[in-house]
């Protein structure tokens, strides 16, 4: 495993911090380019990011925020006229590679997207659904990984009766939890957030801000998001994407108290965005 011993690194023009860290690299996003047809989405991303912290990715509407984070999983794949150069890391190891099976892949990290997006099945069957993917077919087990995934995701207590109901009969915030633990319960190693909580009210997103604080002591996770007062609020280390580029990237209270480009500054006072 690669061990950061700091994080003075020269990311093709972006900004650090100065603030020595050592811990362990879950992905490492190497001179990475992509086009959408002959449009280029995304341009030389250089992106260290680390274990058990909350990463953030900001910036404008169709800066390629969510274009990066479906890298990550290698979704972007999915949109046939993407094309790619560069490499990505995950645990020291290209998932760009042939040899690299997206399945494992998407075992490994697990996804929430912007609207709550639960089966339309039972709660239970909702959570079950991956481990039986997986060949996991007794009960017992079952709602063991049931209750501990609900439990994970800060719901079981809210659903703990209502397990054989169709999961579309919760609110918005209850649902997108719903979908957390769905993710929890194929125990992923990273989870990616796509907007989590853009449809909900405040007080779910609150719930699930507290949850991601907690879930980062098991998992690393990246979420993408336009509130900027979510980013500063639980994340660790923040990331300003403009048009398709990286242009600062460092510990969280820095880059909001102190950036060090007049870019990023311009974007987090309000002047553009």
């Known amino acids: 495993m690669q061990i950061v011993t700091s994080m003075r690194e020269s990311m093709n023009g972006t ?3 100065d603030t020595p860290v050592e811990k362990n690299m879950v992905y490492e996003t190497k001179d990475f380019h992509l086009w959408y047809g002959d449009k280029l989405a995304l341009k030389n991303i250089n ?3 680390y274990e058990n912290e909350v990463t953030a990715i900001i910036g404008p509407s169709g800066c390629g925020k969510s274009t990066y984070i479906k890298t990550l999983n290698r979704m ?3 949109v046939p006229t ?3 150069s560069g490499d990505i890391l995950y645990r020291d190891k290209s998932i760009l590679s042939k040899t690299f099976k997206v399945e494992e892949l998407r075992t490994s990290v697990g996804m929430v ?6 089966f339309p099945k039972s709660i239970y ?3 079950a659904y991956g481990p039986r993917i997986h060949g996991i077919r007794n009960k017992k087990v079952l709602d063991e990984i049931v209750e501990k995934s609900l439990r994970g995701a800060a719901i079981w207590d809210e659903v703990k009766d209502r397990l054989k109901e169709n999961a579309y009969g919760l609110s918005g915030g209850q649902q997108q939890r719903i979908c957390i633990a769905r993710c929890l319960a194929i125990e992923p190693d990273v989870i990616l957030m796509d907007e989590p909580t853009s449809a909900l009210d405040p007080i779910s997103t609150m719930k699930v801000e507290e949850l991601v604080q907690e879930l980062k002591k098991e998992y690393s996770i990246v979420i993408v998001t336009h509130n900027m007062q979510q980013a500063a609020r639980i994340s660790d280390r923040t990331a300003f994407f403009l048009n398709g580029e990286v242009i600062e990237y460092t510990a969280t209270d820095k880059l909001f108290s102190n950036p060090s480009d007049k870019r990023t500054e311009d974007y987090i006072t309000g002047r553009f965005g």
């Not at 997207?113 to 639960?118: D, S």
Request: glycine fraction near 0%; aromatic fraction near 4%; proline fraction near 14%.
């Open 82 to 84: 993407v094309r790619i």
């Open 113 to 118: 997207f912007q609207k709550p997006n639960p």
């Open 47 to 49: 992106l260290p990011i």
């Open 125 to 127: 069957d909702n959570i």
């Open 76 to 78: 972007v794949e999915l």
């Open 15 to 17: 900004s650090t911090s």
